[in-house]
């Protein structure tokens, strides 16, 4: 499409190298809280490894391209910063996924709420191939706080661990970047820039309303040679609709069965996927 604009195109990354025309479909696998969080109770490290399993094998059994490990520890911490033990932990979970599951489906790690450097250093630990920014570049709020991007921070240490190979999905507007003005073309394609001159490999994108979802989703794709990830909203019903223009889906309640945070089923990705693949 002429007009493009090009950021990191000597960078390839997972998304990048998909099969044209082909939808990302990732599950989310949501963990217990980790220890040394207030809501951490003994043992949930191990049901967090058993349960973690079981999800990215039923996600892949029931044909999802990936998953997204996160931690749901109820409270968190909003600046790029976390325990050690957590680091640990999730790779140590992240680990024992990618055992399971191989190296032909994608396994991404988010410590949440915006430790993009910490998720780097576990993604690293255990070959995982990606990781969520909630704010790699910006400000926004958050129930726990405001969360501030800190580009140079993230830049430097991912090349100093020699992480670069791990991609970036970069949340602009969504669940956990929050997008609280109108609908505005300009402001949308200046985030999406500022995040992919971060280093950021695909752009995350999710508005409840619809219309407003698919314009956001075609305005970025528009601007940019860039893969567009929608953060949330899609569902075995609107899927199909919903992933016209982008490139693929992070899918979690769906999944669960409206149970957040509960197990994956197996019924429900497989409707889910079956849906996608007519796109």
């Not at 499409?1 to 950021?7: E, H, N, Q, R, V």
């Not at 957590?86 to 992240?94: Q, R």
Request: glycine share 10%.
């Amino acid at each position: 499409m002429p007009g493009l604009i090009k950021i990191n195109e000597g960078y390839d990354n997972i998304f990048t190298r998909r099969k044209r025309g082909h939808k990302l479909v990732i599950g989310c696998i949501h963990l217990l809280p980790m220890p040394n969080t207030p809501y951490y109770k003994s043992g949930d490290l191990e049901r967090s490894v058993e349960k973690a399993v079981w999800d990215a094998r039923t996600l892949k059994e029931n044909g999802a391209d990936g998953c997204i490990i996160q931690n749901v520890d109820g409270i968190f911490v909003p600046t790029d910063d976390t325990d050690y033990v957590n680091v640990a932990c999730m790779a140590s979970v992240g680990t024992h996924v990618r055992t399971e599951v191989g190296k032909d489906f994608l396994v991404g790690v988010q410590i949440m709420w915006n430790s993009i450097t910490p998720s780097l250093a576990a993604a690293k630990a255990c070959g995982a191939d990606f990781t969520r920014c909630a704010a790699l570049t910006g400000v926004s709020r958050s129930p726990f706080g405001a969360i501030e991007g800190n580009p140079m921070k993230v830049m430097n240490y991912r090349r100093y661990i020699d992480a670069e190979h791990v991609a970036m999905i970069a949340e602009i507007s969504g669940y956990h970047f929050l997008n609280e003005q109108e609908y505005n073309r300009e402001i949308v394609v200046s985030h999406a820039k500022d995040a992919l001159t971060a280093g950021g490999n695909a752009i995350e994108l999710f508005a409840k309303d619809e219309e407003i979802n698919e314009k956001m989703v075609r305005d970025v794709k528009e601007a940019f040679d860039v893969p567009v990830i929608l953060g949330g909203g899609t569902n075995i019903e609107n899927a199909a609709r919903r992933l016209k223009y982008a490139d693929g889906a992070i899918v979690g309640t769906c999944f669960e069965k409206g149970v957040w945070g509960g197990p994956v089923q197996a019924d429900a990705v497989k409707a889910y996927v079956e849906n996608v693949r007519k796109v």
